[in-house]
Nanobody, 111 residues
């Protein structure tokens, strides 16, 4: 069983930046597409960004040009660099790969 552990969430002002990290407990993580999802209060969970094992990326339209997903397979870690954050980015962010999910990390964008 692979465990995913997220970190890096917090409170940031509009226009600020955060970097989320997700570290997997097993090296098999490297062969799977990894993704970040988010869920805001009262809304469905939505895909934010994903990265394949070959490092092809895909983004939700709402974050294109502001967020960057990357991975370091040697460290079993996937990252989400979030710039120009806006209040509508406030949500719990979850890491996913295959059937595995992290516990989520809260991102709050507020002045």
């Amino acid at each position: 069983q692979v465990q995913l552990v997220e970190s890096g969430g917090g409170l940031v002002q509009p226009g600020g930046s955060l970097r989320l990290s997700c570290t997997a407990s097993g090296s098999i993580f490297a062969i799977y597409t990894a993704a970040w999802y988010r869920q805001a209060p009262g809304k469905q969970r939505e895909l934010v960004a994903q990265i394949t094992s070959g490092e092809n990326t895909n983004y939700a339209n709402s974050v294109k040009g502001r967020f960057t997903i990357s991975r370091n397979n040697a460290k079993n870690t996937v990252y989400l660099q979030m710039n120009s954050l806006q209040p509508e980015d406030t949500a719990v962010y979850y890491c996913n790969a295959h059937l595995w999910w992290g516990q989520g990390t809260q991102v709050t964008v507020s002045s």
